[in-house]
Structures are given as C-alpha cells and as structure tokens.
C-alpha cells in the first residue's frame, strides 16, 4: 500500500515540474512569436505581479511545509492503517501543489516579463521547496512515526 501511495504522489510531484515547462514554454512563445508585447518590471502591472508572486512564495513554500508536519502529528494518531495511509496521501498532494504552485507563477512571468531576472530566483526558491516535497517510503514513515529519532 505505501508504493502505492508513494507512487500516486510522485505523479503530483513530477506532474508540477512538467506543468512548469509547459507553462513556461507558452510564455516563452507568445513573446518570441510577438503575440504579447513584454510586459514592463517597472510598469504597475509588473510590479502587481510580482508582489503577488513574491507574496505567494514567501506564504505557500514555508506555509505548506509546516501546515503537512502538524497536519503529519494528528494522522499518526488515526488508528486505521488504510484511513491513515489515506489521509497521508491527501495532505502530502496538498503539500507538493501548495509549496510548488509559485514555481509554475515565477516561469511565466520570468519570460512575460522580458526575462526578468528576479523571477528566477524566485522560482529557484520554489523549486527548493518542491524539492523537499519528494516522496519516499522512508520520509512518509518517519512523518507518520514522528517520535522516532531518525538517524
């Protein structure tokens, strides 16, 4: 049942990271291809959306890390392996979407916005963040045993 679940999730986790190129590759092509004119960094509508992509960063990366851990302690205690496992499996896809989502934001506007450098780093950023949200067998039980020690 754990590959299983593990599975499903790697299908959220590597879905974002094809979502990203995807999206990204449509932003890129509308400004190569002219079909939108680059939008100004400088400009209101630029400096709105980065406010907004910075903004959504700085609360869904460190925000859905720490709402899955204390999401993480109160499953532990379900009984019910199967409705354990399945709870688990719910809120480690809510934890890979959340963390992730500025990741697919910050593509498109890097290339929207005339390849502005800011909107890299800032889906660097979430991109380490996707990064911690890599399922394994070994993470989801040391989340659902979270008082073991772990060496």
């Known amino acids: 049942m754990e590959k299983k679940i593990i599975k499903n999730l790697n299908w959220y986790y590597y879905g974002i990271m094809a979502l990203t190129v995807c999206v990204a590759a449509v932003a890129y092509l509308l400004i190569v291809k002219q079909l939108v004119a680059p ?3 400088l400009s209101t509508i630029g400096q709105v959306m980065q406010y907004i992509i910075i903004f959504d960063v700085l609360l869904t990366v460190p925000g ?11 499953i532990a205690g379900i009984e019910d392996k199967e409705a354990r496992l399945e ?24 290339y929207l916005m005339g390849a502005y450098q800011s909107m890299l780093w800032v889906a660097a950023i979430a991109a380490i963040g996707w990064y911690f949200t890599k399922p394994t067998e070994k993470k989801m039980y ?8 772990q060496y």
């Open 142 to 149: 040391f989340e659902l045993h979270p008082n073991e020690e």
């Open 64 to 74: 859905g890390l720490w709402w899955h851990k204390k999401k993480c302690n109160k």
């Open 39 to 41: 939008i100004d960094p």
């Open 87 to 110: 709870a688990y499996r719910k809120s480690a896809m809510l934890r890979i979407l959340l963390v992730s989502n500025t990741m697919v934001w910050a593509f498109a506007a890097y």
